[in-house]
């Protein structure tokens, strides 16, 4: 049943490129993505039903991630117009069409310790690792919540153009919200370990895989280089990234400056 979720994850990226490609428009790439994250999830409810608490948690965590993460992504590029990550490759076909397929790939292997726990035969009443998982959980959640929601305000204030976030969580880590990103998927792979088994493990891969690409190929990466950019002779820009470490927050507070 997995392998079959996976292959439907793949064929709505698919489907949904065709309309895309044939008006060159990103609009929609990332509700397609959180619509995804959903389907497979209640495709592998449907599959288990009756649930038992550890796999309706995994259900229920991943629907509200997939639903905030998804109306709010929506809601930026509404306002924004365009997301400028897609200006060239959605003018090539091979490439526009890889971009659809690794979101694909990025649903089946961040979502796997999910769907495999909601899947599983095997069935854990509730313990620690159910426990310490949601609280991961909740934790990563809210500081995303909390990261986007003040990034998001800020952007708003017309007293802020052209300058960047450098408050709030922000003064804490240069990017909070993919620190609280890779935390709750930490929590979902620990609410899901004990329910793993045989080749089901290689879904704890999931926070690894999170935490590669954001870090290292389409997230922080890019962010900073259009950063570097934009502020980088920016002499409070400069003291801003020095002190403030790039993704885990500090504990103790510090002056925020923007």
Sequence with gaps: MFWSIALIALLIQWVAFVPAFARRTERFYDLVGSATFITATVLAVRASWPL??????????????????????????????????????????????????????????????????????????????????????????????????????????????????ATGLWARSRHPNYFGEILLWVGVTVMAMPVLAGWERLALVSPLFVTWLLTRVSGIPMLERKAESRWGSDPSYRAWKERTPRLVPRISGGPGAA
Aim: proline share 3%.
């Design 52 to 165: 038992d608490l550890r796999a309706a948690l995994l259900a229920l965590v991943v629907v509200t991630w997939a639903l905030r993460l998804g109306s709010y992504l929506v809601g930026r590029i509404r306002r924004a117009g365009r997301d400028d990550r897609f200006d060239e490759i959605k003018q090539s076909a091979p490439r526009f069409l890889l971009a659809w397929t690794l979101q694909g790939l990025w649903v089946i292997i961040t979502s796997a310790p999910a769907v495999l726990g909601i899947l599983s035969e095997r069935r854990a009443a509730a313990d620690v690792a159910l426990v310490v998982g949601f609280i991961l959980w909740v934790a990563g959640f809210s500081i995303e919540v909390i990261a986007d929601g003040q990034k998001a305000r800020f952007a708003a204030d017309p007293r802020n153009r052209g300058r960047f976030i």
